[in-house]
């Protein structure tokens, strides 16, 4: 530890600077934050600093880094500066082994870069990087075949625009035995995943060959906790999903919503998740939850949080709200509930369950056209809702006030008479309006039924675009 002044002290001048007197593990861990060309750049600063960089613990080569002034070969100039520093960087650098390998190369176009590309991986393979992040072009629909993976050190890969080998899953098993996170972003030509150690695993707009022998992903892995699955809407791969008890969050999105003659093996997918504890839906066709296939499976005993985005897709009014139904009974124990973009209209005459353990509800963009009924439903069956927000939803003309006064004062005070409930735990009640729009009536509404929830506040909040894009 008493080398470093020593050191700083030899790179000239009387007063070192502080941040050269830190020992080299600290000096590493700052490097490994910054770009790998300006890690570099930081030998100009004193001797001190002239092989730091060689031993740096993580290499982030980013094609942003370099820049170009050529007119109409913006991108090859770009990426002969990037391969000439990246093959001078990997042939110099001398850490034994490396925390963290990142390589983004951006969108570029007019280049053949696999080949490059291909010798940085291989090399970048030798260091037994914990992390490996690899971003690559997919502009002209050029795409680079990842080689067999083997590194017994990986615990998390964060892969895009790469095709992976159909024995994928088996090389993830077998050549990576301690890998905990696994990121894939468009990537295609695998048929799933295999480990015994992997926890969080995200697959963003995947899919598999058209020339597959087997239309199924199969997932297995016994100790995944966490799962984000967003398939595209062209893709028709079903999803077999084998994890034990294990998982407790799963996002589903995307093509196992759209491709509505698979819906049994949607509803075979959804009877998997029982065990989680929170689970997000996005763009499920109402029919999948009517699927006797999902009849069969269990209730949702654990489940305490449920997000469902654009749900319930279909053409009969009936289906969709005995759809929704149908999942809201088996989550007995919701504790929390979102609904983004529904566009479900109760019908009779089924019977909406009743939610003992519902605390809070947000209502995002929903449709409350119809007298209000899917509100009505809420508050007749949450007995213990505390807090309720309505966010840019759309309301019913059924106020009193403007045309049509008396008609609709009349369905206003038919609507009131439909309501009994008594939230006497309800706290907080939260309307996100834009400008504009008229909201007085649904404001005298909550005021109208205050003996039923006394405690409830009333909070009034402009929504603001600008902030709302941030």
Known sequence: ??????????????????????????????????????????????????????????????????????????????????????????????????????????????????RDVDRWFRRAMEYCPVVMEIWLSRAGGVRYHLPKLVSCHLKRLNISGVFLERSFAEQLHSGCPVLEDLKIWECRGFRGFQSDTLKNLVAFDCWADADADTDTWTIRAPS????????????????????????????????????????????????????????ELSCFNAMVFLDKEFDKAPIFENLRTLSLEECFVGIHEEDKFMSFGRLLQKSPNLEKLTLQNLRVRPTAPFEFPVLENLRTLLLDECDLCGNILLLRHFLRSSPNLEKL???????????????????????????????????????????????????????????GISGCAPKNTITLTKYEEKRARL
């Open 1 to 114: 530890m008493e080398a470093a002044p020593k050191r700083a002290r030899a790179g000239g001048g009387s007063a070192p600077d502080r941040l050269s007197t830190l020992p080299d593990e600290l000096l590493h861990r700052v490097l490994s934050f910054l770009p790998s060309r300006q890690a570099v750049q930081t030998t100009v600063l004193s001797k001190r600093w002239i092989d730091l960089w060689r031993s740096m613990p993580a290499l982030n080569l980013i094609i942003s880094e370099f820049r170009s002034t050529t007119a109409g070969h913006y991108d090859q100039e770009r990426w002969g500066k990037m391969e000439n520093f990246t093959t001078n960087l990997l042939m110099r650098h001398r850490a034994p082994r490396l925390d963290a390998f990142r390589l983004n190369t951006g969108r570029i176009s007019g280049v053949d870069w696999r």
């Open 224 to 279: 995944l906790a966490s799962v984000c699955l967003s398939l595209p809407y062209y893709n028709s791969t079903d999803v077999l999903l084998d994890t034990g008890n294990s998982l407790v969050e799963a996002s589903i999105r995307g093509s196992l919503s759209y491709y509505i003659s698979r819906r049994d093996s949607q509803a075979v997918l959804l009877g998997s998740l029982v065990n989680v504890t929170s689970l």
């Open 389 to 447: 927000t309505l966010r840019l939803c759309r309301l019913p003309k059924v106020f009193p006030g403007g045309k049509g006064k008396a008609k609709s004062k009349k369905a206003y005070c038919q609507f009131q008479n439909l309501v009994h409930f008594k939230c006497q735990k309800l706290k907080s009640t939260e309307i996100i309006y834009r400008e504009g729009r008229k909201i007085q009536g649904l404001v005298s509404f909550f005021l």
